[in-house]
C-alpha cells in the first residue's frame, strides 16, 4: 500500500484506513477457509491440537506485552492522527529499541547487524522507487499511458466489464511476479484507466489492488508464495499444497466480489 501511494501520490494514513474493514473480512473468510479444509480433507488433517489452559495464554500474552504496546502505540498514534506514517515508523523504532534495553538482548554484534539489514533493505526499495519513477516519466512522454485510455473508452463497453478484464490480468500478472513489480509495471496503464476513465475511487481502487494481486501469488501454476512455503516446508509435496490452496483462493475470490458489490464498506474510515 505504501508503494502503491508513492506510484499514485495517494495518501498512505487514507489507505491504512480503508483496509481495516478489508483486512477484519479477511480474517473471517480465512478462518472459514480453514475450517472448510479441516472439513472436507480429513485424510490430510494430522490431527487436533492440544486445548492451552487460559492460565498459560495469558501467561504468554504477558510475556509478549511490551511487542503488543509497540504495535498500540504506532497503529494508535497513525490511526488517531497524533503522527504521521514515518513519525509512527520512527516511534516505533525508538520503542523497539528501548524494549530491546529494557529486555537486555542488545548487543554490538546484533545491532550492527540490524543496521546492516535495514540499509540494504531501504537501499533497495529505494533503487526500486527510483527506476519506477524513471519508468513512468518515459511512458508519460511516450504518450503510451493516454493512448490505452482512449483506445479502451474507444470500446464502448461498460465499466464493469473493463474493470473485470483489470481484475484478471492482475491475477494472471499475480501468477507470474510478484505484487511490486506487477504493481510498478502496469500502474502508469491501470490507474489513469480505473480512476481517470471509468471513475472508480483511487483508494478504494489501492485495496482491490493489492488484494487482487496478492490472489494471483497464491494461484498455480507459478504463484511466488507457494514455491515459498515449499521451501519453508521441504518434506511437503506441491500437490498437497495445491490441494489446500483452492479454499483460499474461493475465500478471495468471495472477497473481491464482496468489495466490488459493496465498495463503500471499504472507504467507512476515510
Same mark, same amino acid.
Given at each position: 500500500?505504501?508503494?502503491? /501511494? ?6 498512505? !494514513?487514507? #489507505?491504512?484506513? +480503508?483496509? *481495516?474493514?478489508?483486512? @477484519?473480512? =479477511? ?91 535495514? /540499509? ?6 529505494? !533503487?526500486? #522507487?527510483?527506476? +519506477?519513477? *524513471?519508468?513512468?516519466? @518515459?511512458? =508519460? ?130
Amino acid at each position: 500500500m505504501v508503494v502503491y /501511494a508513492i506510484l499514485t501520490q495517494q495518501s498512505v !494514513l487514507s #489507505l491504512f484506513l +480503508a483496509a *481495516i474493514i478489508p483486512a @477484519f473480512v =479477511t480474517i473471517l473468510l480465512y478462518a472459514g477457509a480453514v475450517r472448510a479444509y479441516i472439513i472436507f480433507e480429513k485424510d490430510n488433517v494430522t490431527g487436533k491440537l492440544e486445548a492451552v489452559p487460559w492460565k498459560e495464554k495469558m501467561k504468554a500474552t504477558g510475556q509478549a506485552r511490551l511487542t503488543m504496546l509497540i504495535g498500540v502505540v504506532m497503529l494508535g498514534g497513525i490511526y488517531s492522527g497524533i503522527f504521521t506514517v514515518n513519525e509512527g515508523a520512527a516511534v516505533g523504532v525508538i520503542l523497539v529499541f528501548v524494549t530491546c534495553l529494557l529486555r537486555k538482548t542488545l548487543t554490538k554484534e546484533n545491532f550492527k547487524e540490524t543496521l546492516i539489514k535495514a /540499509a540494504a533493505n531501504i537501499a533497495m526499495i529505494y !533503487l526500486i #522507487l527510483i527506476g +519506477a519513477e *524513471i519508468y513512468k516519466s @518515459f511512458l =508519460t512522454l511516450s504518450g503510451l499511458p493516454a493512448m490505452t485510455v482512449e483506445w479502451v473508452g474507444s470500446l464502448d463497453m461498460p465499466p464493469t466489464v473493463i474493470l473485470l478484464a483489470v481484475i484478471f490480468l492482475y491475477i494472471a500478472l499475480g501468477c507470474l511476479f510478484d505484487a511490486m513489480a506487477a504493481m510498478i509495471l502496469t500502474m502508469p496503464f491501470v490507474f489513469p484507466l480505473v480512476v481517470g476513465q471509468l471513475g472508480y475511487d483511487p483508494i478504494w481502487w489501492g485495496i482491490m489492488n493489492v488484494m487482487i494481486i496478492e490472489i494471483g501469488m497464491i494461484t498455480p501454476p507459478v504463484g511466488i508464495n507457494i514455491f515459498v512455503l515449499q521451501s519453508m516446508q521441504p518434506d511437503m509435496k506441491l500437490r498437497e499444497i495445491y490441494r489446500g490452496l483452492k479454499y483460499f483462493i474461493f475465500a478471495d475470490v468471495i472477497r473481491i466480489v464482496f468489495f466490488l458489490l459493496f465498495p463503500g464498506l471499504a472507504l467507512v474510515f476515510v
